[in-house]
């Protein structure tokens, strides 16, 4: 019998789901710093890629390749990285597989922004997301309760209303050094 071997808990990759503009991109960065870790961000790593960015990529290639290419990268880095902070585009979990295989090998942990605390960001937001593309403000907020209900689906969920980057980080590293101190393997 093959029996899949678990990822040890300090092993795996920390993966930050979040709506666009929650700070994953930023927080990804201090706790990779602050845990000697690699920082992965899927959306910048494809903007490399293939050089363009994320609105290029949805306007010459459409929203199905981009969303294909997305869910081979976070695959790849779920199988076969660890030690990594890895920083999920906004819509990224919608996709049943990647959720199941980023809750399966992965640590994720849904940083969480009140609408209100998100409304503040918007204008900052809009020209390079994509999907807030031609949105009233009535839209945008049912698509934030959308992907709140997909996010609920989390091993760990930090409010970040109120808090600066670097405070979210500091409790994020905080939670998990206290966690893998109390994690006693069988």
């Not at 019998?1 to 040890?8: E, L, Q, V």
């Not at 880095?77 to 809750?103: A, Y």
Request: aromatic share 10%.
């Amino acid at each position: 019998m093959n029996a899949k071997r678990a990822i040890p808990v300090r092993e795996r990759n920390i993966v930050l789901i979040g709506f666009m503009g929650v700070g994953k991109t930023t927080i990804g960065q201090l706790v990779a710093k602050k845990l000697y870790r690699d920082f992965i961000d899927i959306d910048q790593q494809i903007e490399k890629d293939f050089n363009m960015s994320i609105p290029e990529i949805f306007e010459k290639k459409g929203e199905d390749f981009f969303r294909k290419t997305e869910k081979e990268y976070i695959l790849d880095i779920c199988h076969h990285k660890r030690f990594k902070i890895v920083s999920l585009g906004g819509g990224s979990f919608k996709q049943e597989e990647i959720r199941n295989c980023c809750l399966e090998n992965c640590l994720v942990l849904h940083l969480d922004l009140s609408w209100e605390n998100w409304k503040q960001r918007a204008d900052l937001l809009i020209e390079s997301r994509p999907v807030l593309h031609n949105r009233s403000m009535d839209e945008m907020e049912q698509l934030f309760n959308e992907r709140k209900v997909i996010y609920d689906k989390h091993n760990s969920k930090v409010a970040t209303d109120n808090l600066s980057p670097e405070e979210v980080a500091d409790y994020i590293v905080e939670t998990l050094k206290i966690g893998w101190d109390l994690y006693q393997p069988m």
